[in-house]
């Protein structure tokens, strides 16, 4: 299983990106995908999960700004992220737990690789 992100890129403060992650290879069903962000210097940071039903959560400092959704049918996750602050500026990486062998086997955890977005002031 691979996944792929996309979307980031050079923005100004208060401005807005759409980020998209989609995943590929042998899957039989996606449980759960995520969001993560690094900065430099700075641990992995988790801000946002969306299950397979659709309930999503958010870290506190990105709830109100950003969005996850995703389309099941495209195994495709979505980040809408508005009024952007410098100090989201980040390296993002998807994140899935994905069923890709037969129950009873647990899920297996993906990482994609990151994409950069950086806000100016």
């Known amino acids: 299983v691979q996944l792929q992100a996309s979307g980031g890129g050079l923005v100004q403060a208060g401005g807005s990106l759409r980020l998209s992650c989609a995943a590929s290879g042998s899957i039989i069903s996606i449980v759960s995908m995520g969001w993560y962000r690094q900065a430099p210097g700075k641990p992995r940071e988790w801000i946002t999960t969306?299950?397979?039903?659709?309930?999503?959560t958010y870290a506190d400092s990105v709830k109100g700004r950003f969005t996850i959704s995703r389309d099941n049918a495209r195994n495709t996750m979505y980040l809408q992220m508005n009024s952007l602050k410098p100090e989201d500026t980040a390296a993002y990486y998807c994140n899935a737990n994905v069923q890709d062998r037969i129950w009873p086997v647990a899920p297996t955890n993906y990482w994609g690789q990151g994409t950069q977005v950086t806000v100016s002031s």
């Open positions: 969306i299950t397979r039903g659709g309930t999503a």
